[in-house]
């Protein structure tokens, strides 16, 4: 289960102990494997992402594409909880997105982070979307691991379906326009 309070950083020992290389037909803009000696951390967060995500989905992992970025609380509305911005030094966010194939569907999956290292903690945490529309009840201080990732991920995707195989309206709707990134053709 889930830390309820989203407060305990649950990566553990046995992440740092797995070594995610994508298959080659992977589109992405981080290498594939862990080949390089002082490779980033984030890079075998975002590939394992990608390898746990799949594996719990059934899915064939298509995209991968992870970004950094400084930002502050005025540029960046959706992370600030003050409504015009605060004097916040700059936040770092990273964001890594991912394209997966399911049968007769395509799953994109985005999950952002974000932390500013001089005002406490105020600015810091994790946030998951599945076809550009976020999942708030997984709005967190700290990411799971990159396999918890792929079980919300998989139950998300498995509740959405089943409401629609039902009758009924789903969580979140299905299109897949919210994130412009993923518009035909306009992602590497």
Not at 13 to 19: P, W
Not at 70 to 90: K, Q, Y
Request: glycine share 8%.
């Amino acid at each position: 289960m889930l830390d309820p309070t989203g407060k305990i950083n649950q990566i553990d020992r046995f992440d740092y102990c797995r070594s995610y290389v994508l298959p080659g037909a992977v589109v992405t803009n981080i290498p594939c494997d862990r080949s390089q000696l002082g490779s980033y951390g984030a890079h075998e967060y975002a590939r394992g992402l990608l390898v746990e995500t799949a594996q719990q989905l059934g899915a064939r992992p298509d995209q991968l594409h992870y970004t950094d970025d400084e930002s502050t609380c005025a540029e960046r509305w959706d992370i600030c909880r003050d409504p015009d911005g605060c004097p916040a030094g700059p936040i770092t966010l990273s964001v890594v997105a991912l394209q997966l194939a399911v049968p007769l569907d395509t799953i994109r999956v985005t999950v952002m982070w974000f932390r500013s290292l001089d005002d406490g903690g105020r600015h810091e945490g994790w946030r998951l979307s599945i076809d550009g529309w976020p999942v708030p009840e997984q709005d967190r201080t700290y990411p799971p691991s990159p396999r918890a990732t792929g079980a919300l991920v998989a139950r998300q995707h498995r509740a959405a379906a089943e409401a629609r195989w039902r009758g009924r309206p789903a969580d979140h709707p299905p299109a897949r326009t919210a994130d412009p990134r993923y518009r035909a053709g306009s992602h590497p």
